[in-house]
């Protein structure tokens, strides 16, 4: 690693898009990802699907709760 680094011709924001969406990678234990995988198979869907689907459901469930 150099010392120091010459930013001089650099330009502030040059990949910075306004709005832009990230969608960040989640991990599952092996437990979580055998079960979502079972109910994604016999559905015949993605696991992103089944994994949507039950947040949505824990989501609607919170909400009666409060």
């Not at 969608?23 to 437990?31: G, H, K």
């Not at 699907?49 to 709760?65: G, H």
């Amino acid at each position: 690693m150099k010392k120091e680094y010459d930013f001089s011709k650099g330009q502030r924001g040059k990949f910075y898009k306004p709005g832009a969406k990230l969608n960040l990678p989640v991990y599952l234990n092996a437990e979580v990802r055998k079960f979502v995988e079972g109910i994604a198979e016999s559905k015949r869907a993605d696991v992103s699907m089944v994994v949507n689907e039950i947040l949505e459901s824990d989501m609607r469930l919170a909400d009666v709760i409060k």
